[in-house]
């Protein structure tokens, strides 16, 4: 339910942040002199792409989505936009009057749809556009890309080979076919109530309906051959069809009312979406604010190298904004190699780690901050706790004890595979100094292509000793991610471990994964998470590095600028402006 990816997410900051340890200031959200509550005008929304699809059942890409779900398509449920991260992961209805009813049980959710919610040519969305929206992903062979969740909950049966006995609303059946009358018992309308049956509690399922994979689709409207169309229900529509590789328009859809909408402010008449831009180009326009790049703002995060250029000139701070991406770097010791499968050697391979070094060739610290965890700042979930000790430097001297209680020899030798670029081949080596100060005899080897292929496969298991990986959540829960990383019944079969590649088992983290989707309470069940976070680290199932972070620039004459971590990190589409 996470997302392994390259993918970028993150969150605006405010005020000073020290990164790396140094003294620098990050650029903060802008001040309350650059907002604006008037609408109109043209804004410019440049980004390298390339967009692959428009489609709520195909979208995958988290910056995709955050753009989609702020300006032509709405969910049940969304995150609040808020200037102040620490609301930002606070779940509210948006089609749905609310954050939705469970039962008892959390076997089944409810959700209550507005009255006056109109798709773009007028008629209104109903229960059972979100009916048939969800029901595509339930034909995988015509709508691949996005999210399966719906696949996974829903009280749908499955064939013994896996496969839901549902094959999805362009699949040719009987009208009794079995699978249809499976997926009207699991998802079904009664008015403007949608309920959804789930195979087993779910306690957060109103924050998984958040996903676009849950928005409504128009039936006589689908055209699933085309990933690229858009018939919107949101504050924008497409003036004229898609052009991949080079954008479109987005204009008012007139029948969108601002009383049925507590997410979008919608300022701009019109968005201006350009792709195929390099996107240090695309900085370096919007820096230079010319003509066409006074209202303009960039999609993509400006390269490293001009980061440190825009932190320092104050003109271009005061129209920058930093996000911690939610992306967090992090190791998976391979409990099956000799070293690491002893705790000790965990725990000293932890307190060894300097993440302020790997920040630090990074990029610094407008790329990344050092995590101490895979819970990203913004979840509720996340905590301060640093169960090892290691600080953000690294303590190499009470590392070099924990090896010994371990009863190795040193130096220790470990083999590290990691994904090469430029930049991750300068983090990794930064980290070499403390864990050879410690006592490790480090080996470093940098994979390219199909990286998490080769580290799943079952020869990666006697190969190396230590992997590199990286993970987002899907929403804000942390079961977006402890479970698909570190539940092994779920994960490690015969043909690989799946993405717990440390092949981490416990028996007890299991149980207890499997107990924590009950709590109904979400304050208590983000607690247990948390809790849970702390064991798996003291056990040493990973080592969270860094959690990269983004920096955002537009042109002057836009306003109200800011990014959502809880959506991704992007930039929050739901109230930029433009200064008329």
């Given at each position: ?223 699933a051959e085309n990933a690229l169309t858009v018939f919107s229900n949101g504050p924008y529509r497409l003036e004229a069809p898609w052009r991949a590789s080079t954008g479109g328009t987005w204009v008012r859809n007139e029948h969108w009312k601002p009383t049925t909408d507590e997410v979008r402010r919608a300022f701009p008449d019109r968005i201006e979406y350009q792709e195929g831009i390099e996107t240090q180009t695309v900085a370096q326009q919007i820096m230079a604010d010319g003509e066409r790049a006074r209202a303009a703002v960039s999609l993509g995060s400006a390269p490293p190298a001009l980061q440190q250029h825009i932190v320092n000139v104050d003109a271009l701070k005061d129209r920058s904004v930093t996000a911690g991406t939610g992306l967090i770097d992090y190791l998976a010791p391979n409990v099956k190699s000799p070293v690491m499968q002893k705790p000790q050697a965990r725990a000293a ?232």
């Open positions: 339910m996470g997302l392994v990816v390259a993918l970028i997410a993150g969150v605006a900051g405010f005020a000073l942040l020290r990164g790396d340890g140094g003294d620098e200031e990050l650029p903060s959200q802008v001040s309350a002199r650059e907002r604006t509550d008037e609408k109109g005008g043209t804004l410019r929304a440049m980004s390298l792409g390339p967009v692959t699809s428009w489609d709520p059942q195909r979208i995958a890409a988290r910056d995709d989505a955050a753009f989609a779900g702020r300006t032509f398509l709405r969910t049940l449920t969304a995150y609040q936009p808020s200037t102040d991260p620490r609301n930002q992961a606070r779940l509210i209805g948006d089609l749905a009057k609310d954050a939705g009813t469970p039962n008892k049980e959390l076997t089944s959710w409810s959700f209550t749809l507005r009255e006056g919610v109109a798709w773009e040519d007028g008629s209104p969305v109903t229960c059972e556009d979100v009916k048939y929206g969800v029901s595509r992903t339930f034909s995988t062979t015509a709508i691949t890309g996005g999210s399966t969740d719906a696949l996974a909950v829903l009280s749908v049966p499955k064939k013994p080979d896996g496969a839901s006995i549902y094959a999805g609303p362009f699949a040719k059946v009987a009208a009794n076919d079995p699978g249809v009358a499976a997926y009207d018992k699991a998802v079904s309308c009664k008015g403007a109530t949608i309920t959804f049956n789930l195979s087993s509690p779910v306690s957060d399922f109103n924050e998984m309906v958040s996903q676009p994979a849950f928005a409504p689709v128009k039936k006589d409207k689908d055209d391979l932890a307190v060894a780690t300097n993440r302020e070094a790997y920040v630090t060739a990074l990029g610094g610290a407008t790329t990344g901050r050092p995590a101490t965890s895979l819970i990203p700042e913004v979840l509720p979930a996340h905590h301060d706790e640093d169960p090892m000790g290691a600080g953000g430097r690294g303590d190499a001297g009470r590392a070099k004890v924990l090896l010994g209680e371990a009863g190795l020899t040193l130096p220790v030798p470990i083999r590290v595979a990691y994904r090469s670029s430029p930049v991750a081949d300068k983090a990794m080596a930064a980290l070499v100094a403390g864990w050879t100060e410690a006592g490790f005899a480090p080996t470093l080897t940098p994979l390219k292509d199909e990286y998490f292929t080769t580290i799943s496969a079952p020869a990666a298991a006697t190969s190396y000793d230590v992997f590199w990986s990286n993970w987002a959540p899907a929403w804000a829960s942390a079961s977006t991610i402890l479970p698909a990383l570190f539940d092994s019944s779920i994960n490690i079969t015969p043909s690989g471990p799946g993405r717990d590649y440390g092949y981490f088992a416990d028996t007890n983290v299991n149980a207890e994964i499997r107990r924590i989707p009950t709590v109904a309470d979400r304050t208590e069940r983000e607690k247990a998470w948390a809790s849970l976070d702390v064991k798996l680290q003291r056990q040493g199932a990973y080592i969270a590095l860094a959690e990269r972070r983004s920096l955002f620039i537009a042109g002057s004459e836009v306003r109200n600028l800011s990014a959502n971590e809880a959506i991704g990190g992007v930039v929050e589409f739901a109230d930029i402006a433009v200064q008329q």
